[in-house]
C-alpha cells in the first residue's frame, strides 16, 4: 500500500486531526459477528440500570470489575 500524501501543517493550523482503525469496516465487523454467532462466542457482560452508573463506576475506580459493563437503556423509563 503506497502512502498517503498528508498536509500536516495545515492539520495542525486548523487543529484537526487525522485518524485511522485497523479494526475493518462493516463488512468485517459482520464477518466477525458471524463466526462468534457460528461458533457460540459470546462477551461476559454485567448489565445494569442506568441509576446504578455511578456505583458502577466507584467500582470501576476500585478495581471490582470483572465484567464489561452494558447499560440497560429500558431502565431509562
Known amino acids: 500500500m503506497d502512502p498517503l500524501p498528508v ?3 495545515t492539520l ?3 487543529r484537526r486531526s487525522f ?3 485497523a479494526i475493518g469496516g ?3 465487523t459482520q464477518e466477525m459477528l458471524d463466526f462468534c454467532a457460528e461458533h457460540n462466542i459470546r462477551a461476559d457482560i454485567e448489565i445494569i ?3 446504578d452508573v455511578n456505583d458502577a463506576y466507584e467500582r470501576l475506580l476500585k478495581g471490582d470489575v470483572k465484567y464489561r ?3 440497560d ?3 431509562l423509563k
Open 7 to 9: 498536509a500536516a501543517f
Open 12 to 14: 495542525i493550523l486548523g
Open 19 to 21: 485518524a485511522g482503525s
Open 26 to 28: 462493516i463488512a468485517e
Open 49 to 51: 440500570g442506568v441509576n
Open 69 to 71: 459493563f452494558v447499560i
Open 73 to 75: 437503556m429500558a431502565s
